[in-house]
């Protein structure tokens, strides 16, 4: 008999009818024999009206007492997920994080799973109930509620995978899968039927939005089999598994993109050694996290040093840069919020060569500026303007995905 | 250094500006020097929210599983009261009813205090922390969450004062204290400064809203001092006490009354020994708590027995009462939506001879018939039309709290 976890996000149990179709779905699961561990989410909204009250009365409220309000968000749809699940005849009992426990570090807001006590939920199964654990959250070496920062069910749900060794996670959410790139931009995308954990921790980092790096990661760690699925339809979405030598048959698995960085660059720094090193250290001092990093050969003895950070953290990096710029004597500094990172991800990479060349000819064919580029074994990032973004999309899709040629654009 | 135990209700924390405000209170008394541990209930109507989500799923909704997503409203409340604390300055933590722990029976929605842990508050008060105490809830020896039943952030209250040997537990509510009688309905009506925990009791039983009547028991019990009193002002409230012999040199301390009961009549019940007894076994097998019991003695070998049960059980009394009528053949059952319960309670009826009289003589001379009669010691309660409560309880209070002369209305 197979052994399930089930997560649900916050818009699969949104409303009492939503959270009365998950408990269908489940029952249909049991009924086929299905031994299931399910994970919920708050309910759409719920997280964000509790945050609010936090920062109604502060702007800087205690991240433990943040925690204890938030964490409230899945105790709630588990405890209603629980008796929608009973009122179907399904026998069910709903655990918060600190009732598995699910033991996590002190890191309030933002936590990471250390260990999970098996035993209890165990027990539960061997029951026969339906186990319904709070995503999101767990319980601190001291005792106090701890939550792992958005999209953290999917860490729960794959953690809980790991721990009681289950067959398979299934992630549910509102789109039928993992598509080779945003469906709202690219009318032919496609859903990917199987991808690897290293192709889906470059798509979920350079933009793609159905699962969280963090939980992905945690996945291939463990080798736990992830199933991203429509909570709506019965469809097969995309499978997330270990890599093997059939997929590095297709190049290109997905185009991503992302429009929430800001470049910030230092003009004419003195080519000396240690300045990087300076200025990124003082970034990381601030817990300011960068993305891309460019330095170039220099010339007449000086360089220019470009990163790009998320939007949020722009204003306080510039502040830092200014100040190590003039610190070291550099010629300034510049920024452009107006930019978009584009990437093309896939394993068939590493084997088929040619495929930076054609992404920059595609990109120059259609009339686009590169202002930056990063590359690793399986994915490339252009820097361009973010006025181009759906248009490179559209044309690396076709000419990748479709394998179709690209109209050049004068 | 005193140590005070001071309660909120859902309106003291009904809004953000309302917990700004507790914050503020609990802050003077901090600067006053005193060791502060809160007990906070959930923001007023949120109770009432998250029941009325499970009854949406489920008429019988589990109550495992009830409490699981009740008791969230304090959590969130204790969190915020916090954030609101820290925000002027004042180092606090917040303690949900596991965290404490409470321990409690596994009797869910309506779970008693077995024990309090007291060490980790203890710790925290000693680091000059103020202690917020997640009211109404705690931890079932299987590690579930339980909730003590309505008013039950009372009862947390008073045993925290218990468990901490407070100086004091006061009762923050929207009213200044305990009055002689509804002030809603009697303009004169006093605040009580003092009155004994026996008394209390029965004005909680006898429809006195203040406070809960199992926590008042409690403080008896361990000899709490309590202290109600309003949340929007400084000014002295209710003390409730030991008794003393100068409480006796009052007759009557208030008058109550009650408005949600219904009485049941099982008419011409032959009077043999056991009927009485079947007929409220049905009813205490069934659940139903019955309130007053009246049975007379019998004229040529039948008798009448009337009770009172609470509105909301009353179908389903007369039901059994149906039942248990044929099977004995009795003549009938009656019933009686429209009756009111009214109730003078003082320390001093034990030594003040003839209020009995007085009560029947007042509502005789105001026209007012009454159904039955029940007494103890320190209280009479009658039974009359609903119609003429508020007339017998405006009466009443003039003649023993008032100590006019009632006049007669022909």
Known sequence: MSLVVKKFGGTSVGSIERIKNVAKRVKEAVD?????????????????RLLSLAYEISNRPDPREVDQVVSTGEQVAIGLLSIA????????????????PIET?????KARITHIKKERILEEIEKGKVVIVAGFQGISPKGDITTLGRGGSDTTAVALAAALNADVCEIYTDVPGVFTADPRIVDDARKIPVISYEEMMEMASL???????RSVEFAAKYGVKIHVRSSFSDEDGTWIVEENEDMEKVAVRGISHELKESRITVVKVPDKPGIAAKLFKALG???IVVDMIVQNVSHEGF???????NKTDADFAEDIAREVAEEVGAG???RNDKIAKISVVGLGMKTHAGTAGKMFEVLHKIGVNIYAISTSEIKISCLIDEK????AVRALHEAFIEDKDVMVID
Chains 1, 2 share one sequence.
Do not use: C, P, R
């Open 332 to 334: 300034g500094v510049e």
């Open 285 to 287: 001092d601030n817990n």
């Open 32 to 48: 086929k024999g299905e031994k299931v561990v399910v994970v919920s989410s708050a309910m759409s909204g719920e997280t964000d």
């Open 303 to 309: 360089t220019d040093i470009s990163f790009t950070v």
């Open 105 to 109: 570090d002190s890191v309030h807001t």
């Open 207 to 213: 933009g793609s939005k159905v699962m969280q790096i």
């Open 388 to 391: 181009y973004a759906e248009l």
């Open 85 to 100: 699940l009973q009122e179907l005849g399904v026998s069910a009992i709903s655990f918060t994080g600190w009732q598995v």
